[in-house]
């Protein structure tokens, strides 16, 4: 079985910062990409940012030179660093991953549990 664990999610001011965090564990055979996805209330989820294991990234163009998505394969563990925050960037925040299972299963989509992030204006 395998888990993705967020953290990193509160309550900050707008133009202040967040660290998100999401730790991947269980029987994992190999990671090939990890990303971060929100969901406002009352819209759709949305891709904010994804990289793979060789640290290719993409950003949704609403977070493009705010947020930076970093990843340690050696730890199965993908950050968001979110910088310059907006109030519209108030969310949660889904983790997702792109895995083969030491079974042999493949995911492309795994999801975390989502972690909360509220910017206040």
């Known amino acids: 079985q395998v888990q993705l664990m967020e953290s990193g999610g509160g309550l900050v001011k707008a133009g202040g910062s967040l660290r998100l965090s999401c730790a991947a564990s269980g029987s994992i055979a190999r990671i090939n990409a990890m990303g971060w996805y929100r969901q406002a209330p009352g819209k759709q989820r949305e891709l904010v940012a994804t990289?793979?294991?060789?640290?290719?990234?993409n950003y949704a163009d609403s977070v493009k030179g705010r947020f930076t998505i970093s990843i340690d394969n050696a730890k199965n563990t993908v950050y968001l660093q979110m910088n310059s925050l907006k109030p519209e960037d108030t969310a949660a925040y889904y983790c997702?991953?792109?895995?083969?299972?030491?079974?042999?299963?493949?995911?492309?989509?795994?999801w975390g549990q989502g972690t909360q992030v509220t910017v206040s204006s």
């Open positions: 997702n991953a792109n895995l083969i299972t030491s079974g042999g299963g493949y995911y492309p989509n795994y």
């Open positions: 990289i793979t294991s060789g640290t290719s990234t």
